[in-house]
């Protein structure tokens, strides 16, 4: 029994010294009050006054010259006995329990075990690559001046600290707090106030092989600790794979939760936005436009896309590009963008994609050269096409070419060089190398034909962590038009936001396609926005996209803020805009009905019968939401009128949504 006693005991004191400061000072606090007890019982027997005990108990220098003061040895013992004990088990205990708690506290905040009460602040789940960019872009923005910043990771805290003071001044980083803990455990982000914040990033973690998973997981516990949460919660779910963010399409609504709205950005689009799009290089330097200064309707040139390596930012690039290439010229001259893939052995991955993007393959032209046998040609599918449509290429003003072959080889550089000797005359050539080796980029890159450099051809490259060699180089003449991109710690497109207003814009002038008058205040437009089904919210932001390659093809640099768009470029970008919007349905899943199916749409849709018009809207609306198809992907000239209205309501109010 004496023996399970002291075990208990022991693991009692043990367990409540573990556990943390409370149970340190409780115990504490129990010592203390059991020999305050002990002694102030024996100390009455002697006559030592309760204080007295107190006195020597907590300060035993109050015993020196106790013996000098009375001739009672009885007394003077038992007052030695109590010092004794408050030198042994106050003074120490105090000093420890003290000195531990302070020490542990250091070492929690150190480990970013530290919590604290936050409110309305930004929560960034995981700290991946991209977060120094937007880290800067939080503390640059106003709004955030007095806002918390509380970044959770699983990695080492402090590593994360170092990493995020010596890209940002610490002066800007006063409110960012970093703590510990598991971004897919709903207790974690109850502790970290995930109920409470303004806004959400769903980052991840570098180099995690299930990123799109967890980053999933963590959506799914936000939704279960943010269920009650009472103001509107912004929350951007990052992920790394294309496919992964194409589930989002089908489904039936915004992905949106209660007051937990969702944005869904893909890492590696969001990469080439920022090139193709925002165009943001360093400072105040801008990669080129694929277009460069713009396609006229007058223009003899097409943009023509060479895409190196057929990997994950090859398909953000290609897409992304696919969005925006749409021109004038189209119509006048006949001229399509041309998007080439070249890779060693592309056949499989050439099947890949046409089996991926099937429905817009079926609309498309293109060819496949692997260097030996006869160009094998893929044309559109009869079906599909209008008596008046080019049987060949089709109504897409996009076309497609997959060569087999590396880049370093004699057949590949050839072609390339031949390409360049066109730039500026017949096409615009610009090269982006996307192959999954940084190393392999940089070199070829640095061994293009060398016509590719005295032409000042575009070449961007891919490094996934870090650009300086190519920066190096880029400040000679002969590599000054090689870009790096992608820098995991550069990826970030810090004009997203912006480009997310435009859509919202856009999403707007589509609802007040025949009542608008003026654009409202951005915040009034969010709850209409998180109510539309993603798939729509995509092509939104895809429209906002191309707003400015549009402007350049009809000559408009700097809109002027509520400046209308004049009546003669209106019909015009309103067909560019359709087979912008044609390629974007496509890309996205969307399925076109065949030429006669569309034809039995426009003719009951044109119907003097109310019923059969109802109905008919009816069906393809439902189709529109099920079967993701649309009978409106079809040559400009084929729509009906109504459909038409949306295209130039967009364009008529393009510059408002600009502002």
Not at 235 to 254: A, P
Request: charged fraction near 30%; include cysteine; charge should be negative.
């Amino acid at each position: 029994m004496r023996r399970r006693f002291i075990r208990e005991f022991l693991q009692f004191f043990d367990l409540s010294f573990y556990k943390g400061n409370r149970w340190q000072y409780a115990c504490l606090a129990g010592i203390m009050f059991f020999f305050f007890l002990v002694w102030w019982a024996i100390a009455a027997f002697f006559k030592v006054e309760p204080w007295r005990v107190v006195e020597l108990l907590l300060d035993p220098g109050s015993f020196v010259g106790s013996a000098e003061k009375t001739d009672n040895a009885g007394l003077i013992w038992v007052q030695f006995l109590i010092t004794i004990t408050g030198a042994v088990f106050f003074t120490s205990f105090i000093i420890n329990v003290i000195g531990n708690s302070f020490g542990r506290r250091l070492e929690a905040f150190t480990h970013g075990q530290v919590t604290y009460r936050f409110q309305d602040h930004v929560l960034i789940l995981g700290a991946n690559g991209m977060l120094v960019n937007i880290l800067k872009s939080l503390v640059e923005d106003p709004e955030n001046k007095k806002r918390d910043i509380v970044v959770l990771t699983n990695r080492d805290v402090e590593k994360v600290r170092e990493y995020i003071f010596s890209h940002i001044k610490e002066a800007e980083t006063a409110n960012v707090y970093v703590l510990y803990g598991d971004r897919t455990l709903p207790g974690t982000l109850e502790r970290v106030e995930a109920k409470d914040a303004a806004s959400i990033y769903i980052l991840g973690e570098d180099d995690e092989q299930m990123h799109d998973a967890l980053n999933l997981a963590s959506w799914a516990a936000l939704k279960e600790v943010c269920g009650t949460a009472v103001n509107p919660i912004n929350c951007y779910l990052v992920l790394e794979r294309i496919s992964t963010e194409h589930v989002f399409f089908y489904k039936s609504d915004s992905g949106s939760f209660g007051n937990l709205k969702l944005t869904v950005i893909n890492e590696l689009e969001n990469a080439a936005q920022r090139v193709l799009i925002s165009r943001d290089y360093e400072d105040d330097r801008k990669y080129p436009a694929l277009d460069r200064d713009g396609i006229s309707k007058d223009s003899k040139a097409n943009v023509h896309f060479v895409v190196v390596g057929m990997t994950q930012m090859a398909y953000a690039m290609t897409m992304t590009a696919a969005h925006i290439c749409h021109y004038p010229n189209f119509r006048t001259k006949g001229k399509r963008t041309k998007i080439t893939f070249i890779q060693k052995d592309i056949k499989q991955e050439m099947e890949f994609f046409m089996g991926h993007f099937s429905n817009l393959m079926d609309l498309s032209y293109a060819c496949y050269d692997d260097g030996i046998n006869p160009l094998k040609e893929f044309k559109p599918k009869k079906e599909y096409l209008s008596p008046d449509d080019d049987e060949k290429y089709g109504f897409l003003d996009v076309e497609w070419e997959f060569i087999d072959g590396g880049v370093e080889s004699e057949r590949v550089r050839k072609y390339l060089a031949e390409c360049a000797a066109k730039d500026g005359e017949s096409e615009y050539l610009t090269i982006a190398i996307c192959d999954h080796v940084p190393e392999s980029n940089v070199a070829a890159a640095l061994y293009l034909p060398q016509v590719v450099y005295d032409k000042k051809i575009p070449v961007l490259v891919y490094q996934k962590y870090s650009g300086e060699v190519l920066k190096t180089a880029k400040r000679s003449d002969r590599f000054a038009h090689i870009y790096p991109f992608g820098m995991k710690s550069e990826c970030y497109d810090a004009n997203y936001k912006e480009r997310l207003k435009r859509a919202k814009r856009i999403s707007y002038l589509y609802d007040h396609t025949y009542d608008y008058v003026s654009m409202p205040e951005d915040s009034s437009m969010d709850k209409s926005w998180f109510d539309t089904q993603y798939a729509f919210q995509q092509s939104n932001l895809y429209a906002a996209n191309s707003i400015p390659s549009k402007l350049r093809s009809v000559g408009i640099d700097s809109p002027m803020p509520y400046q209308a768009m004049p009546d003669e470029y209106v019909e015009v970008l309103s067909e560019i805009e359709h087979n912008r919007w044609n390629l974007e349905r496509l890309l996205v899943g969307f399925k076109a009905y065949t030429f006669e199916e569309r034809m039995d749409f426009k003719a009951r849709f044109e119907s003097k019968d109310d019923e059969v018009r109802a109905e008919a809207k009816k069906k393809h609306n439902e189709n529109k939401k099920t079967l993701f198809m649309n009978k409106d992907i079809a040559p400009y000239d084929e729509l009906l009128e109504g459909s038409k209205d949306y295209d130039r309501a967009i364009v008529r109010n393009l510059l408002d949504g600009m502002r």
